[in-house]
């Protein structure tokens, strides 16, 4: 029997633009503010951000604008939501009812619902979401957009929950899609999804424990055994000093007080602990069981998550070249501390969604939170691009990076892309360059 609970007053970010009816506008130069990411490094150059109501009205914004692209909680540090001299569509007025079906063990949410909003109403229904992202932030639709995962030797990326959506297509039509692997990590370039359908599994409690201190020899002896050792495990560490800084156990067991070599932490740790950042916007630690929503993410909903100030790059490798892969960034973390806040290493499990990163094998994923220096960031990218080559290496959809790569069914994207959008009125710059290859 579905269940409905209503998110109404909690949106995605602060909406600092007045409605005018269902619709607000901006133009640059007229006196009003730009809009930018949440990061603040990429100002969108849209004519327009449009705020429907309905999806009738979503339908009517498509099929009239020429350039448009779905805009979520901004948390993507490039220019793939924008559209440039065209529309954005802010989903965050729509209905915000979302369905749980206990039955099928699906929960059906409103695009623009965040991690963070849905979390309650599954947990108390007895339910829980496989995996959830360091931060319940952002939006359903703008992270499953772009493969966003979390961490776990057998976890996929958040995208692979997705069982159906419905999406308004170019022409303004209303088309639903079910177990469609091309569709789900579409980067806003296939239309605008109005609500998702995720599987769900039984709810579960999870306790986080923090060892400081990591030999890098244990990390590439037991590289394995330790991302094996919890529900989701993650390592965090400037590629330049002699130990890795923390391990991150999210598990049901005690790991034990030595940890490959790691001492259990004395107190709280933030990602960022070694460049002096407190842990006051994270999760409970220190072992305290709890409900998988609360100890999953690293950051807590009602706080800024992570740093604040920073930019982000993220590269994902086959796992069997794990090893080579730190070897790689650590003969050249010499150049990448001075910039980096932190820099964390996952995995995540094969799905087989056409655009998804994890596309056809697990992989490691090595995230760099930067200082937000976007120059030195910028410079940093092609080397370690270069660095990483010899292992078929994939960047973050929603991240800083140089060079995209290539998967096995982005012809298969491409042709769908142009079928369901033969003018391109999604195929913003961010899509040309890195799916169709334009310059
Ligand atoms: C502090 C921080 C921590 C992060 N941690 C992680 C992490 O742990 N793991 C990880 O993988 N990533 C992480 N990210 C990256 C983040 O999860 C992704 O950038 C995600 O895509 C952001 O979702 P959003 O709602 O902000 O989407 P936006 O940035 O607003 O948009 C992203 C894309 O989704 C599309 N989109 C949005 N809504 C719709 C819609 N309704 N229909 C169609 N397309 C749509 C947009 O057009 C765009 O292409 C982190 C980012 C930040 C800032």
Redesign the pocket.
Known sequence: MPVSANLLGVK?YPVNLAWVGWASGRRKGRGLVSET???GNQTFTAERILRPRTVEQVQEVVAAATAI?????????ND??DSPGGVQID?AGLDPVAELDSEAATITVP??ARYGDIAGQVHAAGFALANL???PH??V???V??????SGRRNQSLASAVSGLDLVTADGELKTFSHHDGVVV???AL????RLTLDLVPAFELRQDVFDGLPWEAAYEHFEEIQAAGYSVSMFTNWARDTIDQVWVKGQGQPGADFFGAKAADGPRHPAHAAGIRADNCTPQLGVPGPWHERIPH?QLDFT??VGE?L?T?YFVPIGHAVAAMEALRGIGHRLAPVLLTSEIRTVAADDLWLSPFHGGDRMAL?FTWRPEQDAVRALLPVMEEALAPFEVRP?W??LFHQAADYPRLADFRALAVDLDPDGKFRSPFVRRHVFGER
């Open positions: 995605p990411n949440w990061a692209k779905a805009l979520g909680s901004r948390h993507c540090f793939i939501a989903l695009a623009a992202a360091s931060l952002c939006t639709a703008g992270t957009a772009t493969a966003t995962h979390g579409g980067l806003g239309g605008v999804v109005t950051f998550p992570s920073e982000q993220e995230h973050h929603g991240k």
